[in-house]
Every structure is written in structure tokens, then in C-alpha cells.
């Protein structure tokens, strides 16, 4: 009788620390399960709009600086022109640091799972910068035919000398703007959504499922549609990847703090 009740004791005793060790495990395992499933956002907002005001303050400044810099009385022997390609080099190196602010922030968005709006934003994101670096080469090769050409007159043609990087910095600031509003409006709409991550949705069982019925069509060929494919199954590999680092590293830290609670229990 004395032996059964210490056996009886000793189990409620061990069941009492196994079902305290499952609780702890699971309502950690619950708040990482649940930080994973909350809809994320994407801190890119703010940038966009300084861009767009950037954008517009150099828009502004090409047809002020001729206005205010007369290029009979230079200030240190600098032209007009020569300030207008000095504000729009200095905008492009920050532009090429809002492009890695972008590039970062979109980054960490994929490896929360979010796939398709990194792909329905690459080409918007990456156009400014693109459109910016071709407008610097322009007015480099502009304002060098125009020393070569026309020497040290006001005129060129039929246009003032300041008329051509007005029209190439015009052209580059609109379309960029365009690009810069679409981008924002793709970004506010993402945040405001709070969608869970599109690899839950289970979007390439879809996928495959769709590519493997039209290809049972004889002599057709979809091959925009297997692109697609693998375009999706890259991400999904890459994403994938990241993902189970994250949980191994979490993984390890919970059998580190499952020890500890142990070991103060005994």
C-alpha cells in the first residue's frame, strides 16, 4: 500500500511538470504562430512622398536657377546650366539611397511570405531610379554638344541654352512622378488590406494545377504561363528557405528557455 501511494505521488507528480512544460510550449508555440499570421505592413510610405516632393522641388528649381543665375554674372564662373546638372546629380545619389531604403524594406516583406505584391511592385520601384540615372547620361551628353557647338551663347538653335535640360529634366520628373504615384498607391493599398501572406493561400498548387490543364492541349504552348511558374516556385524556394532558418533559430531558443524552466523547477 505504501508503495502504491509514493508510485501514485510520484506520477502526479511527473504529470503535474509534463502538463506544465506542454502548457509553456504551447502558448509559445501560440504567440509565434499568431506574431506569423498577423497581416504586415510595409514602411515605404513616407519615402515615396519625400521622393515625389524632390522630384518637384528640382522640377522647379530648373526653371528658377535660370532666372535667378544670369549667365552673364556667374557665381565663381558657374553657369546656370552647370547648377542644374550639379542639383540633379546630387538628387540622383539620393534617389540611388532611397532605392536601397526600397530594396530593403521589400525585402524583408518577402520573407514574410509576401510574394506577389514583391512582384506586382519590382518594375514600379525600380523605374525611378532607372529613368533618373538615363536623364543624368542625357544632360551629360547635352551640356557638352552645347559647349562644342555653341560655345559661350546664350542660344542654341532656335532655344535658349537652358531650354534643353528644362525639357530633359520635364519628361524625367513626370514620368518618375507617375511611377512614384502608382507605387504609393500600390503601398497604401497593401497596408491597408492587412493581407496574411500569399503562400498560405496556397497559390502554386493553383498554379501548377492550371499550367498541367492547358498543357494537355495538343500543339499549344503556353510559355508566358510557365514563366510565371517558375518565377512563383523561385520565390516560394527562397522564401521557404529563409523561413526555416527563422524557425530553427526559434526553435533553438525554445529548447533553451524550456532548459532553464526546467532546471529552476528542480
Known amino acids: 500500500m505504501v508503495s502504491l501511494s509514493e508510485e501514485t505521488s510520484r506520477r502526479t507528480f511527473f504529470d503535474a511538470h509534463e502538463d506544465e512544460d506542454e502548457l509553456t510550449e504551447s ?11 498577423q497581416g504586415q505592413t510595409i514602411s515605404t510610405t513616407w519615402c515615396i512622398f519625400l521622393e515625389i516632393v524632390l522630384l518637384l522641388g528640382l522640377w522647379v528649381c ?5 532666372v535667378l543665375v544670369k549667365d552673364e554674372d556667374h ?5 546656370s546650366n552647370s547648377l542644374i546638372l550639379y542639383t ?24 514574410f511570405g509576401y510574394l506577389s505584391f514583391y512582384r506586382r511592385t519590382r518594375n514600379i520601384r525600380r523605374l525611378p531610379l532607372l529613368i533618373s540615372s538615363a536623364k543624368l ?16 551663347r546664350t542660344t542654341c538653335g532656335k532655344l535658349a541654352r537652358t531650354a534643353y535640360p ?23 493599398s497593401f497596408n491597408r488590406s492587412g493581407a496574411f501572406p ?13 499550367t498541367n490543364t492547358v498543357h494537355s492541349d495538343i500543339g499549344f504552348r503556353d510559355g508566358g504561363l510557365v514563366d510565371q511558374v517558375l518565377e512563383k516556385q523561385a520565390d516560394m524556394i527562397r522564401y521557404l528557405k529563409k523561413h526555416n532558418e527563422q524557425l530553427s533559430r526559434k526553435i533553438c531558443s525554445l529548447s533553451d528557455d524550456n532548459k532553464n524552466l526546467r532546471n529552476r523547477n528542480q
Open 198 to 210: 500569399d503562400v498560405n493561400e496556397e497559390e502554386m498548387a493553383t498554379s501548377f494545377q492550371h
Open 27 to 37: 502558448a509559445t508555440l501560440s504567440l509565434v504562430v499568431s506574431s506569423e499570421q
Open 88 to 111: 540633379a546629380a546630387g538628387l540622383w545619389f539620393i534617389q540611388l539611397a532611397m532605392d536601397r531604403f526600397y530594396r530593403n524594406q521589400h525585402y524583408r516583406n518577402r520573407l
Open 75 to 79: 557665381i565663381g564662373q558657374v553657369s
Open 62 to 66: 530648373v526653371f528658377i536657377l535660370p
Open 137 to 152: 547620361a542625357f544632360l551629360l551628353v547635352t551640356s557638352q554638344v552645347l559647349v562644342d557647338t555653341c560655345g559661350n
Open 166 to 188: 528644362q525639357i530633359i529634366i520635364s519628361i524625367s520628373c513626370f514620368i518618375q512622378i507617375v511611377l512614384l504615384v502608382l507605387y504609393s498607391v500600390h503601398t497604401i
